[in-house]
């Protein structure tokens, strides 16, 4: 509904998913699968209904590791990078960022 009033849509329109939760949520034991795989397909539905030219994902490397499914940040995340995988009416890019230190600068 949100992306509908702002009078967003059309092939010229892009969404790009930068949310994420890295760790649990005192109090809000589902944050973490809400953000990391419920939030983006909903936002990649509502991209399919409102004719969205592309939705992009920034995902984590952590989803290709060994244990990846059993840590429960990159579990949500694949399953997320799964589903936007396959749909059918939007195109989908899927970021696997990497890791940025700077050892001068401490980030």
Not at 28 to 55: I, Q, T, W
Request: with cysteine; proline share 6%; charged share 20%.
């Amino acid at each position: 509904d949100h992306l509908g009033s702002l009078g967003l849509g059309g092939k010229e329109s892009i969404f790009v998913n930068l949310a994420a939760i890295a760790g649990p949520v005192p109090g809000n034991p589902e944050a973490m699968m809400s953000v990391n795989y419920k939030a983006p397909l909903a936002a990649a539905r509502a991209c399919e209904v409102l004719d969205f030219g592309h939705f992009i994902q920034s995902s984590t490397q952590a989803v290709k590791t060994e244990r990846g499914g059993q840590v429960p940040y990159s579990r949500w995340k694949g399953m997320a990078d799964f589903s936007l995988a396959r749909l059918d009416d939007l195109p989908v890019t899927i970021l696997y960022l990497g890791l940025l230190y700077c050892k001068n600068q401490r980030i």
